[in-house]
């Protein structure tokens, strides 16, 4: 597990970002650990974040020109991720879209930098990919092409089939989506991990239940 994926898992933790429990997912799974990125919700804590963010997708070797994020947790993501990646020399523009069209002003759904070229998607998790499918669609409609999908963390979880949300994504759109870290780096953490190593069987307990492969 590189670095970067470790120091991140180590951060959430410290942010009470990630903790472990007993919590009920949005499938109304009994899952052992929840993941919330809204609680990234300061400014030394967002600016972490997107640093993390520009570290997996220099790392990824995804080639791309601008950077997209969906609303609305996406906005602020794909907007400190262009900060960080400008603090490593690689200057990118960025938009994002309302939820509803504006009609006035400059009027429309679309935000920001003119999409065009490769665009990469920035958002917190892939759980539906509702928020990636009409991305992709914004995207196409004015004419550029998706790059892929950047997310914080891929909880390598089957939906309502035999594939992951994410596998899902990349199946349907030919998309490679990159993930700061994923269930196994987090079971890799766990065990490496004195203090939280008690977690770990739930943690296995339910990637054998609901986990897909890589």
Not at 38 to 52: C, E, I, P, Q, V
Not at 86 to 113: Q, T
Not at 165 to 172: I, K, R, S, W, Y
Not at 194 to 199: G, I, M, Q, Y
């Amino acid at each position: 597990m590189s670095d970067f994926r470790q120091d991140f898992i180590r951060f959430a933790l410290e942010r009470q970002v990630l903790r472990f429990g007993e919590f009920t997912t949005k499938a109304g799974r009994q899952s052992p650990y929840f993941f919330n990125a809204g609680l990234f919700n300061d400014g030394a804590s967002t600016l972490a974040l997107s640093r993390f963010y520009a570290s997996a997708i220099e790392a990824s070797g995804i080639g791309y020109d601008m950077l997209f994020g969906p609303a609305y947790k996406g906005i602020i993501l794909a907007a400190a991720t262009s900060m960080a990646l400008a603090e490593r020399g690689r200057n990118v523009p960025f938009a994002y879209n309302r939820k509803e069209a504006k009609d006035h002003g400059e009027g429309g759904v679309l935000v920001g930098a003119p999409l065009q070229g490769r665009v990469l998607i920035i958002d917190d998790v892939i759980t539906a990919g509702t928020s990636v499918r009409e991305s992709v669609r914004m995207i196409r409609d004015a004419g550029a092409t998706p790059a892929g999908v950047a997310i914080a963390l891929d909880r390598m979880e089957r939906g309502t089939g035999t594939l992951s949300a994410v596998q899902e994504v990349e199946q349907e759109y030919g998309l490679p989506v990159v993930a700061i870290a994923t269930l196994k780096d987090l079971m890799a953490f766990l065990s490496e991990s004195p203090a939280l190593s008690a977690n770990l069987e739930a943690v296995r307990a339910y990637r054998a239940r609901y986990g897909v492969e890589d």
